[in-house]
C-alpha cells in the first residue's frame, strides 16, 4: 500500500502564518545583520587552565624570566550632593618593578560617563574602551545617551562570558544621566553594585580609612575634590604599587571636569618642607639659625632654590620652587609664607 503524502503547502500561506522565516529576500532581512547581535567571544588559549597557564609556567621553571603578575592600583569613588568624584593614582607595576609612573587609569567613555581600571591593564582598558563603542552605537540607534545602569551592565555581562578565565579586572563605572549621578562597582567575575562609596585596589583598604572619616553627602565640590585627592596621596603612602599622580575627576550634571593633577612625591615634599619651616621657627631660630634648622628638618628634599629670602626679624619667608613643584602646589612660583612663632 503506497504512503500518502501530507500536503504542508498551507503552512508557506501569507494569509495565514504571515511571512515564511525561509523567505529573506521578501522579509528584507538578512542573516549578516543579525550575527552582529551575537555575543563575541575570543577563542580561549588551547591550555588546561588558562586562568592559572603563565603561573604555572613560572612555578614549574619553564619561564624563569617571566614578570611577576602582582599588581597593585588604588582608584576610588563616591557620590556626593554635587555629583560623583573620582579619583585616581597612575602607577603600574609588576611585582617590585614599576612599568610606568604616567598611566591613565580613567576611561572617559564619553562625555557625561567615566570607567576605572585596577587589575590588569590589559584588560581593563580593552574592554572598557570596548564599552565606548557599545554605548556609541546605542547612542547612534536609539538617538539618546546610554543610563548609567545599561552600561555597566553591559560590562557586567560581557565579565560573565569569560567568567573563570582569567580575566583581571576591577571596574568602577561612574556617570549622570536621567535619574541623576550613579556610581557602580563591577568586577571581572561579573559581579555588579551600586553605592555612594567605593575603593578598588590594593592601596583601597587604607584610602577607605580616610574616605570613611572625612566623607558627608553635603560636601562642597572643593572639599569633595580635596577629600579625593587626600585619599589618594595617603593610600600612595602605604601601599608600594600606588603612586604617581593623583587624578581627580569631578562628574555633574553638564558632564564630567578633570581637576589639576598633583605630583605625589612632591606633595609629599611640600608638606615636609612646610614642616620643616615651622619647626625651624618654633626652635627660636632666626635667620641664619632658622635656616640651618629648617635645612636639616628636610632629610635630603630641597627645591630649585628652598630659600630666596629670609627677613631680617624672621616673621616671614619667601620660597621659590621649581616648575614641578609648582605644578604640584597650584600657585605661582613665588610663595609667601608666614610661620608662627613661639
Not at 127 to 141: A, K, S, V, Y
Not at 237 to 249: L, Q
Request: aromatic share 10%; charged share 25%.
Amino acid at each position: 500500500m503506497a504512503a500518502a503524502a501530507i500536503d504542508m503547502s498551507f503552512l508557506e500561506d501569507p494569509s495565514i502564518f504571515g511571512k515564511s522565516r525561509f523567505v529573506e529576500e521578501e522579509a528584507g532581512d538578512n542573516v549578516e545583520d543579525f550575527r552582529s547581535c551575537e555575543p563575541q567571544m575570543f577563542a580561549m588559549a588551547p591550555v588546561a587552565n588558562p586562568k592559572t597557564f603563565c603561573i604555572d609556567m613560572k612555578k614549574s621553571g619553564e619561564a624563569p624570566g617571566l614578570m611577576d603578575f602582582k599588581k597593585g592600583t588604588t582608584t576610588l569613588g563616591f557620590v556626593f550632593q554635587g555629583g560623583i568624584i573620582i579619583a585616581v593614582d597612575s602607577r603600574a607595576s609588576m611585582g617590585s618593578y614599576i612599568g610606568s609612573q604616567t598611566v591613565k587609569k580613567v576611561i572617559e567613555i564619553n562625555d557625561f560617563l567615566l570607567g576605572t581600571m585596577a587589575g590588569g591593564a590589559a584588560d581593563c582598558s580593552f574592554w572598557e574602551r570596548h564599552l565606548n563603542r557599545l554605548c556609541r552605537m546605542h547612542e547612534l540607534r536609539e538617538k539618546e545617551r546610554i543610563s548609567v545602569a545599561a552600561a555597566s551592565k553591559l560590562l557586567a555581562n560581557i565579565f560573565w562570558q569569560y567568567r573563570g578565565q582569567g580575566l583581571s579586572c576591577g571596574t568602577m563605572v561612574a556617570g549622570w544621566d536621567k535619574k541623576g549621578p550613579s556610581l557602580y562597582m563591577v568586577d571581572d567575575q561579573g559581579d555588579r553594585h551600586k553605592g555612594n562609596v567605593f575603593s578598588v585596589g590594593s592601596g583601597s583598604t587604607f584610602a577607605y580609612g580616610v574616605l570613611d572619616s572625612g566623607y558627608r553627602f553635603d560636601l562642597s565640590v572643593d572639599e569633595a575634590v580635596e577629600l579625593g585627592r587626600r585619599s589618594i596621596y595617603h593610600a600612595t603612602h602605604r601601599d608600594g604599587a600606588s603612586g604617581g599622580v593623583v587624578r581627580v575627576y569631578h562628574v555633574h550634571e553638564k558632564g564630567w571636569t578633570k581637576a589639576r593633577g598633583r605630583i605625589v612625591q612632591h606633595v609629599s615634599t611640600v608638606k615636609r618642607c612646610c614642616k620643616a619651616l615651622r619647626g625651624g621657627f618654633l626652635a627660636g631660630g632666626r635667620g641664619a639659625a632658622a635656616e640651618e634648622s629648617a635645612s636639616k628638618r628636610l632629610d635630603g628634599f630641597s627645591f630649585e632654590k628652598l630659600f630666596s629670602a629670609f627677613k631680617r626679624e624672621g616673621f616671614g619667608v619667601r620660597v621659590r620652587v621649581s616648575n614641578d613643584a609648582q605644578e604640584a602646589l597650584g600657585h605661582e612660583p613665588n610663595i609667601v609664607a608666614t610661620p608662627l612663632l613661639a
